[in-house]
């Protein structure tokens, strides 16, 4: 079993940054892919960003030159920085991992719990 948690959200003025952390922890396992979305109110959940294990990154259009998506391979970890922030940026932002086991030789995507952005204008 692996957990992802997430962490860095919170309230920031229009124009502000924030970074959002998401850390994969668990036994015998290799992280690809991980990727992070968002939900705001009333809307469907969105990918924001993806990188694969090599760095390469991909980004939703609404986000490009603002969202910059890095990771630590050796911590398993993935990380969001958000510049320029706008008010229609606020939403729970999700973290996904696609997650591969060495105990059942089984790959399968895990989600972090969410956490809150908040941009105010």
């Known amino acids: 079993q692996v957990q992802l948690v997430e962490s860095g959200g919170g309230l920031v003025q229009a124009g502000g940054s924030l970074r959002l952390s998401c850390a994969a922890s668990?036994?015998?396992?290799?992280?690809?892919?991980m990727a992070w979305y968002r939900q705001a109110p009333g809307n469907e959940r969105e990918l924001v960003a993806s990188?694969?294990?090599?760095?390469?990154?991909n980004y939703a259009e609404v986000v490009k030159g603002r969202f910059t998506s890095s990771r630590d391979n050796a911590k398993n970890t993935v990380y969001l920085q958000m510049n320029s922030l706008k008010a229609e940026d606020t939403a729970v932002y999700y973290c996904?991992?696609?997650?591969?086991?060495?105990?059942?030789?089984?790959?399968?995507?895990?989600w972090g719990q969410g956490t809150q952005v908040t941009v105010s204008s």
């Open positions: 990188i694969t294990r090599d760095g390469t990154t």
């Open positions: 996904k991992a696609r997650v591969f086991s060495y105990i059942n030789a089984s790959s399968r995507d895990y």
């Open positions: 668990g036994t015998s396992f290799r992280v690809s892919t």
